[in-house]
C-alpha cells in the first residue's frame, strides 16, 4: 500500500493549499508540512515552493506524481486480483465520439464472453485524465489533444476531422474557405472536450479564434448537435465517423485547413492497461 505521506503529497498535489490538504485529510497543516518535508529529505528535491503567497509544484513533483500514480494503478490491479473470481473486469473512458461512435463494435464483441464484464466511463479529456491518475478506470481512449509528458500512451488509429453540415447546405461535400465559415454559425462541444480543442488549435494557427464565427453555440450532447446542424442550418467541425450516423448530414472541406486527430490508449501504467487494451482490441493490432 502507498505510504501515508504519499498519500498527503497527492492530495496537496491536487488541492495546492495546505489548509484544504489538512482539511480533507483530516490532519493539521504542520501535520502536511512535516509529511512534504519528509518526502523532500528521503528524495533531495523540493516539491513545493512559494512564489510570494502562491504554491507552486516543481518539475520535481510533476515527475514523482507521475511515478505515483503508475505505482497506484499497479496496487489497486493487485489488489483486485486477490479476490478469486472467473470475471473479467475493465473499466474503460473513453471521450465522446470514441465512446459513441468508434469502440461500439469492440465492446460488443468482448461482451460476446458470459464471464466479460465491462464499465464504460464516456466523458470529456479533462475528466478522463482525473480519473486516470485517481486509478478510477484502467485506460483511457482519447481523441485529440492532451499532455503526452505525463502519461503512457499508444496510438489507436488517426482519424481525419472534417466540416459536418446538413446535406441540403449549400457547403456540402464542396470545399469552401476560412471567410466562408466564419459567416455561418457554429455548433462545437463544451471547453476541455477533445474536439473543441482541436479546432480551436487549428484555428489558432491561422490567427482566428471561435468568436470569429456569426455566432457560436456550445453544446455537450452529440445528438443535439447533429440535429442542430441538420435541421437548423449550422455547421460543426467533427471526425468523419460522426457524419455517417445520420442519413441528412453531409461533410465538407476547408481549404488549406485539412486536420487530422489521433485516438490514443491513455494509461499511467503500461504493465496494468497493456493486457486489457489487448484483450478489449484484439482485432486492432496494438
Do not use: W
Given at each position: 500500500m ?11 498535489y ?21 509529511h512534504?518535508?519528509?518526502l523532500?529529505?528521503?528524495y533531495?528535491v523540493k ?11 516543481t518539475k ?62 464516456v ?19 482519447i481523441?485529440?489533444?492532451?499532455d ?17 453540415c446538413a ?22 462541444r463544451?471547453?476541455?472536450s ?22 457560436c ?21 467533427a ?25 490514443n490508449f ?21
Open positions: 502507498l505510504d501515508y505521506r504519499v498519500l498527503t503529497f497527492l492530495t496537496l491536487d488541492e495546492m493549499n495546505y489548509r484544504r490538504t489538512a482539511e480533507k485529510l483530516n490532519m493539521t497543516q504542520p501535520g502536511v508540512t512535516q512534504i518535508h519528509y523532500e529529505n528521503y533531495g516539491l513545493f515552493e512559494y512564489d510570494g503567497r502562491t504554491l507552486s509544484k520535481n513533483a510533476q515527475r514523482l506524481k507521475k511515478y505515483f500514480d503508475s505505482v497506484k494503478a499497479e496496487e489497486t490491479d493487485i489488489r483486485e486480483s486477490f479476490t478469486p473470481t472467473d470475471t473479467i473486469h475493465m473499466t474503460v473512458g473513453a471521450t465522446k465520439t470514441i465512446g459513441e461512435f468508434v469502440i461500439v463494435p469492440e465492446i460488443r464483441a468482448f461482451l460476446q464472453a458470459p464471464n466479460h464484464t465491462l464499465d464504460l466511463v466523458d470529456n479529456t479533462e475528466v478522463l485524465l482525473h480519473m486516470l491518475e485517481k486509478s478510477q478506470i484502467d485506460f483511457a481512449v481523441e485529440g489533444v492532451f503526452k509528458s505525463k502519461y503512457g500512451y499508444q496510438l489507436f488509429k488517426k482519424e481525419s476531422f472534417v466540416g459536418v446535406k441540403s447546405h449549400p457547403f456540402a461535400n464542396k470545399t469552401v474557405t476560412l471567410e466562408d465559415i466564419f459567416a455561418e454559425d457554429i455548433v462545437v463544451e471547453p476541455f477533445g474536439t473543441r480543442m482541436l479546432l480551436q488549435n487549428a484555428l489558432t494557427d491561422r490567427g482566428f479564434a471561435l468568436d470569429r464565427f456569426k455566432r453555440i456550445s453544446v455537450s450532447n452529440f445528438s443535439v448537435i447533429c440535429d442542430l446542424v441538420a435541421n437548423n442550418g449550422a455547421i460543426t467541425f471526425y468523419e465517423p460522426i457524419s455517417h450516423c445520420r442519413d441528412d448530414l453531409a461533410t465538407f472541406a476547408v481549404a488549406d485547413m485539412q486536420i487530422s486527430g489521433e485516438f491513455v494509461y499511467v501504467n503500461e504493465q496494468v492497461a497493456r493486457p486489457k487494451i489487448d484483450l478489449l482490441f484484439s482485432n486492432q493490432g496494438g
